[in-house]
């Protein structure tokens, strides 16, 4: 099992589809996850048995949930554009609501799928992409041991400012 003291990882299940459409259709969390227009629950159950076969999709994601009693999903957080030839992923994390935000939850469960990644998959390199003005994510991803390997000048627009996209690397055979 992939947990720590405060959470846990488990696969996305049917039942957590309302939950995610809820996150996904959040404005506030589009800024994150690069979305334009609101998902349908159709749509949303369509990713869930997609994201169930990595090897075939690319894709994997995995709920973040509460390690005591209620067990209750706070966050999701993905594998995608997964290389198996070269041995890379793209590597991305939502908590779901804010009052969960800033209590460890990201952090543990990045380094639950990294060593996931690492063992479980044999990956050999980990990136992600961060909004140069989530600093939150920033500072998470570096603390872990993510390098900057790259800045795209004014990629996205976010309330009519152009903001840059930071582009971060992890060798897992050097973690």
């Known amino acids: 099992?992939?947990?720590?003291?405060?959470?846990f990882l488990r696969m996305v299940e049917p039942e957590d589809a309302t939950k995610l459409l809820l996150w996904e259709n959040n404005p506030e969390n589009w800024k994150v996850t690069d979305t334009e227009v609101p998902f349908s629950?159709?749509?949303?159950?369509?990713l869930i048995e997609q994201q169930q076969q990595?090897?075939?999709?690319g894709q994997l994601r995995m709920m973040i949930c509460l390690n005591h009693?209620?067990?209750e999903p706070v966050g999701a957080i993905d594998l995608y554009d997964v290389d198996f030839k070269n041995k890379n992923a793209s590597v991305g994390i939502l908590i779901?609501?804010?009052?969960?935000?800033?209590k460890g939850y990201a952090r543990d469960a990045l380094n639950l799928i990294i060593n996931y990644a690492r063992h479980n998959l044999s990956l050999f390199n980990l990136v992600c992409s961060i909004q140069s003005t989530n600093k939150e994510s920033i500072q998470l991803f570096e603390s872990i041991g993510f390098l900057k390997v790259g800045c795209r000048r004014e990629w996205f627009l976010i309330n009519n400012k152009r903001v840059d996209e930071i582009l971060?690397?992890?060798c897992l055979e050097k973690k």
Not at 1 to 7: A, D, G, L, N, V
Not at 41 to 46: D, E, G, K, S, W
Not at 54 to 57: G, H, L, M, V
Not at 96 to 102: A, D, L, S, Y
């Open 1 to 7: 099992m992939f947990s720590t003291e405060k959470i």
């Open 41 to 46: 629950l159709h749509a949303i159950h369509q």
């Open 54 to 57: 990595i090897r075939a999709t």
């Open 69 to 71: 009693d209620s067990k």
């Open 96 to 102: 779901g609501e804010m009052q969960n935000r800033g």
């Open 168 to 170: 971060f690397q992890l």
